[in-house]
């Protein structure tokens, strides 16, 4: 009997953003998990008018008036045991996914943590 074999997938953590609150607007706030981390922020997509666009946009956090690079477009997904994560690509077509914390403890740990996403043979 021949069986296939399924791809491995290996996560390596890319970044982590907490949760912050700017009256009724939530947005995020993290850092990259390389050695020169790159700080970031992240908002939702709350206005999406095509199912195709984001719903969790990463941008590189610059000083006020620059243009904030995009670093990651996620999109949000269900798992068939109904848990809530997100999947997209990075700026440099890298596959992510990404991982709801809903227990935080008042800000301690990330809301959201991202990771690498690649498969093995």
Sequence with gaps: MKTSKTPKSTLKEAFALWENKKGDNIYYTGKTSEEDSIRLVAFINKDKKNPKQPDLQVYEQVE????????????QNES???KVYYSGTSNENEKLVAFINDDTQDGKYP???VYYSSDEK
């Design 64 to 75: 006020k008036g620059k243009e904030k690079p995009q670093i990651a477009s996620l999109w």
């Design 80 to 82: 068939k045991a109904g």
């Design 111 to 113: 809301s959201i943590r």
